[in-house]
């Protein structure tokens, strides 16, 4: 089953000479579990990608669908609505709140749907990425590698249709970096979660099950690696 079709995806920006294609006419599938890496040089259109996929930055043509879901033909209100509960946003820095424990900052998507979280669900979380004895600190009290966990727990919450994550060991020492492949894999392999990783490393590219090359906004590779 395919949960995510993209088709002839196109993105600009600028005028002229100084014209950058960032989404050239993409178009690819990603299957129920896979986990896929995206990569490619700096300016290629990886990040740009991610973020059409995620509905944070419109197309100027072509389709998104997540799960049979037309991401833009929902109104506003209801991207919102999916950028909150069907895909779940991994960045390099973290992006919790300060203010919010790491519990609160998990299921704070939840809040903002005036929902009552799943303890079930969030105490396995914290259990499957190693933050249970870290539940009610702070983010200015954990490690980096600590933060980048809470901040998956965060994107996973929901139980989201594909899980979306930009550079997610690109502000990380090698150690931690080890650690955040590991339990990305882990994650895949264990909830079944489909993943599209932008990255710069190879040591996560080298875990996922597939590599999407991008170049100029198009896609110049496309290897299943297992």
């Known amino acids: 089953?395919?949960?995510?079709?993209?088709?002839?995806?196109?993105?600009?920006?600028?005028?002229?000479?100084?014209?950058?294609?960032?989404?050239?006419?993409?178009?690819?599938?990603?299957?129920?579990?896979?986990?896929a890496a995206v990569v490619g040089a700096s300016g290629s259109g990886k990040s740009t990608l991610l973020h059409i996929i995620g509905g944070v930055e419109k197309p100027e043509s072509g389709n998104v669908l997540v799960n049979g879901t037309d991401v833009y033909s929902l109104s506003e209100?209801?991207?919102?609505?999916?950028?909150?509960?069907?895909?779940?946003?991994?960045?390099?820095?973290?992006?919790?709140?300060?203010?919010?424990?790491?519990?609160?900052?998990?299921?704070?998507?939840?809040?903002?749907?005036?929902?009552?979280?799943?303890?079930?669900?969030l105490a396995e979380l914290l259990e499957l990425l190693g933050l249970s004895d870290r539940a009610s600190h702070l983010p200015s009290q954990l490690s980096g590698?600590?933060?980048?966990?809470?901040?998956?727990?965060?994107?996973?919450?929901?139980?989201?249709?594909?899980?979306?994550?930009?550079?997610?060991?690109?502000?990380?020492?090698?150690?931690?970096?080890e650690e955040i492949i590991t339990l990305l894999r882990t994650t895949s392999e264990?909830?079944?979660q489909t993943m599209l990783i932008v990255t710069h490393d190879e040591k996560i590219a080298a875990r996922c099950d597939r590599i999407i090359t991008v170049s100029d906004g198009r896609i110049v590779g496309d290897e299943v690696t297992s």
């Open 145 to 177: 590698g600590q933060q980048q966990r809470a901040a998956i727990a965060r994107a996973l919450f929901s139980s989201p249709d594909i899980l979306l994550a930009d550079e997610p060991t690109g502000n990380l020492d090698s150690k931690s970096s």
């Open 190 to 192: 264990q909830l079944g």
């Open 77 to 121: 209100k209801e991207l919102a609505a999916y950028r909150r509960t069907k895909v779940g946003l991994i960045y390099q820095f973290y992006n919790l709140l300060p203010i919010l424990n790491v519990s609160d900052n998990i299921t704070l998507p939840t809040f903002m749907d005036e929902k009552k979280p799943d303890e079930k669900r």
């Open 1 to 35: 089953m395919e949960i995510l079709e993209v088709k002839n995806l196109t993105k600009t920006y600028g005028k002229g000479e100084s014209l950058i294609k960032a989404a050239d006419s993409i178009s690819f599938t990603v299957p129920k579990g896979q986990m």
